[in-house]
């Protein structure tokens, strides 16, 4: 049974960081790409920043220059760091992956950006 463990979500300041990490643990194998998504009350669910697993990284506008994603192949692990944070940043943050099989979501971590 596959995982996704997220950690590292809280409350700041803004124009504080955080940096969130999430671990696939399980038999998962040949993990293809793997994202960060986020949702804020009353919204939809929106792409933060994808990475591939050669490396190639992509970001929502709202947060290029601010958040950079990256990857531990060999410890199946995804992080995003988080600065410059804003109050429209709060949400809950979720980590997804996919490979050839299927796809898999973390459970969402709160990350809460005071004014």
């Known amino acids: 049974q596959v995982q996704l463990v997220e950690s590292g979500g809280g409350l700041v300041q803004a124009g504080g960081s955080l940096r969130l990490s999430c671990a696939a643990q399980g038999r998962i194998l040949s993990i293809n790409d793997m994202a960060w998504y986020r949702q804020a009350p009353g919204k939809q669910r929106e792409l933060v920043a994808r990475?591939?697993?050669?490396?190639?990284?992509s970001y929502a506008d709202s947060v290029k220059d601010r958040f950079t994603i990256s990857r531990d192949n060999a410890r199946n692990t995804v992080y995003l760091q988080m600065n410059s944070l804003k109050p429209e940043d709060t949400a809950v943050y979720y980590c997804?992956?996919?490979?050839?099989?299927?796809?898999?979501w973390g459970q969402g971590t709160q990350v809460t950006v005071s004014s």
């Open positions: 990475i591939s697993s050669g490396g190639s990284t």
């Open positions: 997804y992956a996919i490979n050839f099989r299927s796809d898999y």
